[in-house]
């Protein structure tokens, strides 16, 4: 399986609490809910899509609590993505939960890495990270992220955790698909390569040449 991340993030790469104001307040952040405005229905089914592509989720602790709570609940028939996020296999990653209330779901301790090193060397299409900031910086980081999905706000909070920190790891990336949506999403998707590219620029000639 490949591993396949979607974050959410702001122009200044906050990743904190898209979904409400309550969402995630850790560390008094006051910001959340920044996500919602931008959502409709291009983004919608575009959402939906990915969702289709996934054999199984890859969620952190506070990430999958959160969904426990929502995604059961849920019972409206037309509702895109209730019944692949029930259904769907989910792979927990945590020290502190001993089980798991929302399944079909396996809990990964210890050393996560090496088990999602594991997982993806099983067949099939996608292992993704819905949300789970600090876990999709340890898999960048650990070189387990094959593809990213960011989905950018026209927002700037000024405040909040940052999805690529100022001492983070050195990522190459190269871009295989951008798209702006009617609610001014702004989707890029981007595949991990070895190593990042530098260069010397020596002007717009040496460019074109």
């Given at each position: ?5 979607t974050?959410?993030?702001t ?6 609490g898209p979904?409400s ?25 575009q ?8 054999d199984?989720?890859?969620?952190g ?5 959160a ?14 993505f ?39 060397q099983r067949?099939g299409r996608?292992?993704?990270?819905h949300?789970s ?6 898999m960048?980081a650990?070189?387990l ?8 706000t ?9 999805l ?6 050195s ?8 798209s ?14 070895d190593?990042?590219?530098?260069a010397?620029y ?5 460019l074109?040449?």
């Amino acid at each position: 399986m490949r591993l396949v991340s979607t974050q959410f993030v702001t122009l200044d790469n906050v990743y904190q609490g898209p979904g409400s104001p309550d969402e995630d307040t850790t560390d008094e952040f006051t910001g959340g809910g920044w996500m919602v405005p931008h959502m409709e229905s291009a983004f919608v089914a575009q959402a939906a899509e990915w969702l289709s592509q996934a054999d199984a989720l890859l969620l952190g602790r506070r990430t999958y609590e959160a969904f426990a709570l929502a995604w059961p609940q849920i019972t409206d028939p037309d509702d895109p993505f209730t019944e692949r996020m029930n259904g769907l296999h989910k792979y927990v990653a945590s020290n502190t939960l001993t089980e798991l209330c929302w399944g079909p779901s396996s809990l990964l301790r210890g050393d996560v890495a090496e088990q999602v090193g594991r997982l993806k060397q099983r067949s099939g299409r996608e292992l993704q990270i819905h949300g789970s900031g600090r876990l999709a910086q340890s898999m960048l980081a650990a070189g387990l992220i094959d593809e990213l999905r960011l989905v950018v706000t026209p927002t700037v909070l000024g405040q909040g955790r940052r999805l690529f920190p100022a001492e983070g790891p050195s990522i190459g990336m190269r871009v295989t698909s951008h798209s702006i949506t009617p609610g001014g999403l702004a989707i890029t998707v981007l595949e991990t390569i070895d190593a990042p590219s530098f260069a010397t620029y020596e002007g717009v000639a040496a460019l074109d040449g």
